[in-house]
């Protein structure tokens, strides 16, 4: 826009670009709003000067530098993003250590770290997904529930986050841990050194394998627990014999699931008539450890 008025007797034009002040003063409000939504401040940014255009490199500093200001806690939408696993690099994924803290039942605090590895023939078990953290923690908060609980097993247990919470944070007296052949060292890496787990091969269908991992007495276990078993639909006939094997009237079998659930309407057909279902609802698990992504059901033999 040029403006036109008249200075020491002589008109002087003055131009002055709209635009580009309209743009900086947007940018600042944005970048401002940007800034307090990630609790990032201005030091915290790295700006750069190419042809006259700023760039800013957001980041977020440790949240303990922002105590006592009007928005020091982010959003419990935020925190739930913080932990879950599929966000993560390949690094953290495959090649570092998962470091899972928890507290037993008589409150004292644990750091396990779990060993983990690419993918590789024998499947997908070599990574701690999101459904085995959200059924892990989920049993931390319920400790009251498994008081009774001598005895439990778990299928598909991949790096064995939540067999190590069943036997150290519940202290059960026998923990059976289950894998396919292939995964079983990575497996016992990680629980086989704990007293009361036995790491065992489990083929689901297989009476043998089934009848082979039963505590000692030869009775049903008093927890079964599962999580992302269910995104194999030729596997599912045979998951619920294994079931029907390790399980009677009073056994608390726990299935957790995320987004591989491709197989989860065959399961529930297979189960039908033999099993009964209850959703866990979200206000029972964690209030962090848990997202839309990831459900919980609990079964009981019929």
Known sequence: MKTK?????????????????????????????????????????????????????????NLAQ???????KPSMFIRQWGWKR??????????????HAFKD???????????????????????VWDSAIVMAKYIEKTYEKFRQAR?????????????????????METVVSTELKGNLELLNANVGAFENVR?????????????NALPSDGEAFDVVVAS?????????GDLVKTLEIICDARTRVLFSYGRNRQALDIFMDEIAGKFSRVDVSSSDLDELYQCTDVSVIELRKL
């Open 5 to 61: 008025r008249r200075a020491n007797g002589r008109d002087t034009t003055t131009t002055t670009t709209t635009r580009e002040t309209t743009t900086r003063e947007t940018s600042d409000v944005a970048r401002r709003a940007v800034n307090h939504h990630h609790h990032v401040d201005d030091d915290d940014a790295t700006t750069t000067t190419t042809a006259g255009t700023k760039k800013r490199r957001l980041g977020v500093k």
């Open 66 to 72: 922002f105590k006592n200001r009007a928005f020091d």
């Open 86 to 99: 599929e966000m993560k690099t390949d690094e953290e994924r495959f090649a570092l250590d998962y470091a």
């Open 105 to 127: 039942v008589d409150g004292c605090a644990h750091e396990l770290k779990f060993k983990q590895k690419k993918f590789g023939p024998e499947g997908f078990a070599s990574t």
């Open 151 to 171: 005895s439990a097993i778990e299928l598909g247990a991949g790096c064995g986050v939540t067999t190590a919470v069943l036997a150290v944070g519940l202290k």
């Open 199 to 211: 790491c065992a091969e489990m083929t689901w269908g297989s009476e043998t394998d089934a009848k």
């Open 228 to 236: 992302d078993c269910v995104y194999h639909t030729e596997a599912m």
